[in-house]
Nanobody, 119 residues
Framework: QVQLVESGGGLVQPGGSLRLSCTASGFTFTAYAMRWFRQAPGKERELVAHITRDGDYTTYADSVKGRFTISRDNAENTVYLQMNRLKPEDTAVYYC????????????WGQGTQVTVSS
């Protein structure tokens, strides 16, 4: 059974930090690039960050550059999103996504974890 399970969401004050985790099972984790998406009510789904299979390249949405860091631990089948200097506009459900090489299958999505930034 393929699973991506996010954790670490919650309520945090503006300017605070939070680290999201996503643990994968049921597929070959090292064969997939990993992504974090987020979606807020009334807003389009947004690609927040991307990391390659061996973790050597990363990319970020302009809205989070300099504040968020994506990383992965292939020995633990886990991807992380470190979020610093959080803003109210970061409030959203955050989703972990596994992306295979072209021609090797479909994306896998986690269930999401809520992040709320509010004073």
């Amino acid at each position: 059974q393929v699973q991506l399970v996010e954790s670490g969401g919650g309520l945090v004050q503006p300017g605070g930090s939070l680290r999201l985790s996503c643990t994968a099972s049921g597929f070959t984790f090292t064969a997939y690039a990993m992504r974090w998406f987020r979606q807020a009510p009334g807003k389009e789904r947004e690609l927040v960050a991307h990391i390659t299979r061996d973790g050597d390249y990363t990319t970020y949405a302009d809205s989070v550059k300099g504040r968020f860091t994506i990383s992965r631990d292939n020995a633990e089948n886990t991807v992380y999103l470190q979020m610093n200097r959080l803003k109210p506009e970061d409030t959203a459900v955050y989703y972990c996504v596994a992306r295979p090489l072209a021609g090797w299958g479909r994306d896998y999505w986690g269930q999401g974890t809520q992040v709320t930034v509010s004073s």
